[in-house]
């Protein structure tokens, strides 16, 4: 009964290093997204993925790119992190695609990447 | 783009006290998703609701869509309700999902 995992939960990077965020999901589920939080704010849409083999821009996708392995897996890539990007990053899952959603998402725990 | 405002921004309660949190938003929408966020950082879905009422326990939302808000009711208040309350909405071409900035709540016991 996993749900939505992402991993790491915990990440410490110098500018300009890489890392790439993980995310799978169980439930068979069409869509997926990427979003970050930062502090006292709500969450904003970095990437999403409606269906297997699409992925479309959010709100802020400058200094991010994912990819779509699969069904299950979305994964979110900082190519040359920068402190702004210091926030926590949530994956998010849906039943069905057309558009960003038309069914509740599920979100995982979230990774709280530090940029130093 | 659309915007979305949630109201207020932080309540403090006594347990076994009831609630109700607002969020307008000032255009056409495709779905609307109401997301607690507990102190442990973890957001969990608690209503989707593009129109009409549900209710789930205690908890129960109602979107009204052609006057563009939404409210979730809270009864009788348990110190697990603490967090913050997240509406969200997609436009009405689907292309994003906007999150409101979110309601603190506190429930003291």
């Known amino acids: 009964n996993a749900g939505v995992t992402q991993t790491p939960k915990f990440q410490v990077l110098k500018t300009g290093q890489s890392m790439t965020l993980q995310c799978a999901q169980d439930?068979?589920?069409?869509?997926m997204y990427w979003y970050r939080q930062d502090p006292g704010m709500g969450l904003r849409l970095i990437y999403y993925?409606?269906?297997?083999?699409?992925?479309d821009k959010g709100e802020v996708p400058n200094g991010y790119n994912v990819s779509r392995l699969n069904k299950r897996e979305f994964s979110l890539r900082l190519e040359s992190a920068a402190p702004s990007q210091t926030s926590v990053y949530f994956c998010?899952?849906?039943?069905?695609?057309?558009?960003?959603?038309?069914?509740?998402?599920?979100f995982g725990d979230g990774t709280r990447l530090s940029i130093l | 783009g659309i915007q979305v405002e949630q109201s207020p921004p932080d309540l403090i309660l006594q347990e076994g006290a009831n609630s109700t949190l607002r969020c307008n938003f000032s255009?056409?929408?495709?779905?609307l998703q109401w997301f607690h966020q507990n102190p442990w950082g973890q957001l969990i879905n608690l209503f989707y609701?593009?129109?009409g009422t549900k209710q789930n326990g205690r908890l129960s939302a109602t979107t009204v869509a052609t006057e563009r808000y939404s409210l979730l009711y809270i009864s009788s208040s348990q110190t697990t309700d603490s967090g913050v309350y997240f509406c969200?909405?997609?436009?009405?071409?689907?292309?994003?999902?906007?999150f409101g900035s979110g309601t603190r709540l506190s429930i003291r016991p």
């Open positions: 255009d056409s929408v495709n779905n």
């Open positions: 609701i593009p129109s």
């Open positions: 439930m068979n589920h069409n869509s």
């Open positions: 998010a899952s849906s039943e069905r695609g057309g558009g960003v959603s038309n069914q509740p998402q599920h």
């Open positions: 969200a909405v997609a436009d009405s071409s689907a292309s994003k999902i906007i």
């Open positions: 993925s409606a269906s297997e083999g699409t992925t």
